[in-house]
């Protein structure tokens, strides 16, 4: 590892390491750092799914289309029932977390937090040991 030099004797290295995949932090690391990885992949979509719909009801203003009857809102929710996104604004969930700026910055943070999470586990073994 070119980041960090260890303190641990190279003749002792693979033993303490084998001793502390053995102890009881060590044996759910890696469902732990599949959950945290699988979290922070998931709040980072949710994030952009956020925004795609934020450009969706803004981009729903410049549409030329005369049976689409839209007021000039740039929070205007109908134009998600327009393009087949209504189901987000029957669930109040779904309506808090992908239409307004708030619920993107927490599924934001919960994607970052996630990951800081994920890393954490990873340099935990070298922490422990």
Known sequence: NFLYDSKIPPELEEE?????ANT???KGRGKRIALYTVLAILGIA???????LTELRASSLDV???SVVLDNNPNNLNA???V???WVLENPVYKFLFTNKIGGGLCLLLG???GLLAEAEFDSKRINA
Request: hydrophobic share 40%; no cysteine.
């Open 16 to 20: 303490i390491y084998r001793a502390e």
């Open 24 to 26: 009881e932090a060590a």
């Open 84 to 86: 087949g996104f209504g």
């Open 112 to 114: 970052g937090g996630s």
């Open 80 to 82: 998600l029932n327009e």
């Open 64 to 66: 030329q289309d005369t």
């Open 46 to 52: 949710l994030a952009f799914f956020n925004g795609f």
